[in-house]
């Protein structure tokens, strides 16, 4: 399912790119094509012209937008192939991490200069379309052009309300920015999920729904997408619905052992922890990490664990041995500037701490939710769930205004 067995994360918080080493599959012998001295609009791929039509659209206003910026993207991109990587992973702490965990660079800038952590990944989120879309300067704007045009050809043979409307201009631009990071990244694209409603099945229809433009429409492979899911209750039975149907999740917003065990017997691909987050609620991040690797372990799930929140250096040693380890600039940069240590061993794998195989199996609605209020999980799950409300609301309005303007 994974090159190792995993995707990109995520880029976990709201990030355009990332970096695993592990994130290959198929795609190892790729480079990725853009200028290492390019501009911030570099950052946000061009999703140009999917499924646009030729110019005899009755929106070639629209159409021919969207072709020049197409152009000017695929120019832009030809730009500094021949670039190498200015950052040189030294004998240090950082190789020592290595060793045992794939990292994961979280940025939304400087692209290509960490390339040597290995292959590019990609998220898809309210927020990074938001800045997509508004962004005069970002190629990427003609994600939203292509998805109105595609939007009025669905108009055509069935008549929408505008909510409609607005909602599959959305999913389309989602869409139209996912397969063109796809076709940039050697690693996965993961793709936010809307979690506000507390149905189950409007969590696997959205994955699904999204995942037939993208694999049918556009051509896309599965095994380079994940569905960025929050691991609540009705979340992670979407997740156990859509692993069945061989769809890879990504679950997210994890703080404790109720929610990664679930997560694991459902098979979710990717599970992402918060560890200084877990802690500075009172919380023991590592322990949940070993808690997690073990339960896993003991059930036989192919599961990988992907630890996030990693403020500092000493963060990132200590939770050496997850499958994946997301840093930011500053924590790789000291990392590198650390000689390296015998001390840095797996914490994870090697120090598992036993779980009951069975714990997930008596879990209940009322159960696991009574186990988040106890621990960070909900404050934090509320949290978050209220900012993605804020921004897919102002996402919504954005588009709302600009279908209005452009019909």
Known sequence: ????????????????????????????????????????????????????????????RVSARAVKRARMANEASAIGIDDKPSFTVLKSALSDVQKVSHVVYDTKQALNEYGQLGAQAATVSPQILLYSIKNSDSFDKGALEGALVYANEMDESRKMTNTERVDLVIDKAYANLAAKFAQRVDGRVSIEVDARSSSTEAIVNRAQALLRMLEEEMKVPRTKLLFKIPATWEGIQAIRQLEAKGIPCHATLCYCLEQTALAAKANASLIQIYYARINAYGGDGLKLAQQTKSYIQSIGSQSKILAASIRSAEDAKAVAGCDYILLNERVLISLNSENSSSSIVDNVRNKAQEVNASMADSLTKETFEKALKSSPANDAIQSNLQSYSLLKKQLELYVSEWVGLNC
């Open 1 to 60: 399912m994974f090159a190792h067995a995993v995707p990109a994360f995520t880029a976990a918080t709201q990030t355009s790119l990332s970096y695993s080493r592990s994130f290959h599959s198929s795609f190892e012998s790729k480079r990725y094509e853009s200028s290492f001295s390019m501009p911030r609009q570099s950052i946000i791929i061009t999703s140009a012209i999917i499924s646009l039509k030729d110019s005899t659209s009755k929106r070639t």
